[in-house]
Nanobody
Framework: QVQLVESGGGSVQAGGSLRLSCAAY????????MGWFRQAPGKEREGIAA????????YYADSVKGRFTISQDNAKNTLYLQMNSLKPDDTAMYYC???????????????????WGQGTQVTVSS
C-alpha cells in the first residue's frame, strides 16, 4: 500500500521560500511519475511539477516555472518541492501524488493520480 505524507507547508511573505517534503511509503522509485498538485479555494486543482522517477526528468506548469524546483532523494524515499519567489497567488493546499502508470509526466500533471497525500497548506501574504 502506498502512503504519501507531506510536510513543510506554512505561512510566508511574498518573495520568500518554502520547501515541501513528501515521504513515500510503499512506493518504488523505478518508473512512473511523482509530483505536486495544488488547489486554492474556489479554483480548480493544478498540477504544477512532476518528476519521472525512472530517470529524473522534470516538468513544470508555466505558473511555477523558474521559481519552483522538484527533486527526489531515492535513498530517503522522499520527494521535494523547493519554492522560491513565492507570490500570494501560490496560496493553496499542496498535495504530493504518485503513480505507476506510464504516462509522460507532463501529460500526467493533467490527470488524476492514483496515489495522494493528505496535503499541506501554503499561505503567502503580500
Amino acid at each position: 500500500q502506498v502512503q504519501l505524507v507531506e510536510s513543510g507547508g506554512g505561512s510566508v511573505q511574498a518573495g520568500g521560500s518554502l520547501r515541501l517534503s513528501c515521504a513515500a511509503y510503499g512506493y518504488t522509485y523505478s518508473s512512473g511519475c511523482m509530483g505536486w498538485f495544488r488547489q486554492a479555494p474556489g479554483k480548480e486543482r493544478e498540477g504544477i511539477a512532476a518528476i519521472y522517477t525512472g530517470g529524473g526528468s522534470t516538468y513544470y506548469a508555466d505558473s511555477v516555472k523558474g521559481r519552483f524546483t522538484i527533486s527526489q532523494d531515492n535513498a530517503k524515499n522522499t520527494l521535494y518541492l523547493q519554492m522560491n519567489s513565492l507570490k500570494p497567488d501560490d496560496t493553496a493546499m499542496y498535495y504530493c501524488a504518485a503513480d505507476y502508470r506510464l504516462y509522460p509526466c507532463d501529460t500526467w500533471l493533467g490527470l488524476t493520480p492514483n496515489y495522494w497525500g493528505q496535503g499541506t497548506q501554503v499561505t503567502v501574504s503580500s
